[in-house]
């Protein structure tokens, strides 16, 4: 199982970091490793002092797939969740800085958790859905999916002409304006459609 992430798929996301628009999907993996076991608090590691949240829609890949075409990429996935990129900012800013990956920054233990994943045909319109990511109560992030620079079905088609899908796989793809530091005691919760997908507690 992979985790691919893309980068910089919400315009005003990309203008609160200062980034260039990109002319085609930023990709980037987190190994299993990385993801969040259930009912597990994330647990801020000692290596960063900024780490932030950045709240995504994720898809599972359900067979596999290479070159898919826009149009059959439906057919590679039937549920959705939201969950969590968490991103060591300062790390990140440093390696950006130097031109070097950004691995340290984003696949790190734990920088991946996972809501409870939900049948896309419960949504109404997965390609105009709204999400939100809630901290301590206050909503921080909130966006709808038709926001997207590059769909899901488009990010798909995109990571199969690079990355062979298989069965198990997660995109997470891509994150709104609103990120921000996470603090010890912080409770978050993910919303998609107005259903609570996860509470997650920071320590």
Known sequence: MKIVCIGRNYVEHIEELNNERPSEPVLFIKPDSALLGRECPFAIPEFSDDIHYEVEVVVKITKVGKHIEPKFAHKYYDEVTVGID???????????????????????DGSAMLGEFIDKQELENLYDTTFSLIQNGNTVQEASTAQMIWNIDETIAEVSKYFTLKKGDLIFTGTPKGVGKVNEGDVLEGTLAGKKLFRLNVK
């Open 86 to 108: 968490f991103t060591a900012r300062d790390m990140q800013s440093k390696l950006k800085e130097k031109g070097l990956p950004w691995e340290k920054a984003k696949a790190f």
